[in-house]
């Protein structure tokens, strides 16, 4: 008798076999669009994740950690973004108001 390791591998290898078959003999059927089976294999998982991916919301709860990863990807990163931008900005209009740029030199004139 089989080892049980063994047996779940043999089990493994003919689900693959199996598998493999019904996509080669699925992809190469010359008549496939005639019962609308072209255009690809149905892959049960895909569906599944794709499902899990539609629903992860439903099913989300806040926590701590969701709240430091949302924070730190998202939230700091604009608002970082925002005052580097706002003292740059302040910067450059300091230096216009009190004449160290010469009028031709600057940039956006016309706005």
Request: charged share 25%; proline share 4%.
């Amino acid at each position: 008798m089989a080892n049980p390791e063994q047996q779940i591998q043999q089990e493994k290898a003919a689900r693959r076999a199996a598998i493999r078959t019904e996509y080669w003999r699925t992809m190469t059927n010359p008549h496939g669009h005639l019962h609308g089976e072209s255009g690809g294999v149905f892959d049960t998982g895909l569906a599944r994740f794709q499902a899990m991916r539609v629903n992860h919301f439903e099913h989300f709860k806040p926590t701590g950690r969701t709240l430091k990863i949302g924070l730190l990807s998202t939230v700091i990163p604009i608002v970082a973004y925002a005052v580097m931008l706002k003292k740059e900005r302040d910067a450059r209009e300091e230096q216009y108001r009190t004449g160290q740029v010469a009028y031709k030199d600057r940039r956006f004139k016309f706005i």
